[in-house]
């Protein structure tokens, strides 16, 4: 249990870092990194570019890593 533990506390800490890269990545009031990176031209269907949506889903992605690792800490913490 204690080498499943230290691997989500690996995988907690890696994902928080990821995930306050990636929110400061967003667009605030003004313009955001990803308009560096090409997404300052908008499509026509959608409000957002595709780098902007890009990158809401990659952070929802991380986003999940890190509740299931929070989870699965807690979990190992209830059954030890």
Not at 19 to 48: P, Q, T
């Amino acid at each position: 249990m204690d080498g499943m533990r230290i691997a989500l506390q690996a995988v907690v800490v890696i994902s928080s870092l990821f995930l306050v890269l990636l929110i400061l990545m967003h667009k605030g009031k003004g313009s955001g990194l990803s308009d560096m990176f090409g997404g300052g031209v908008s499509s026509s269907l959608g409000g957002s570019s595709i780098a902007e949506r890009n990158l809401n889903r990659l952070t929802v992605f991380a986003s999940i890593i890190w509740l299931a690792a929070i989870v699965g800490l807690g979990l190992v913490a209830r059954f030890q």
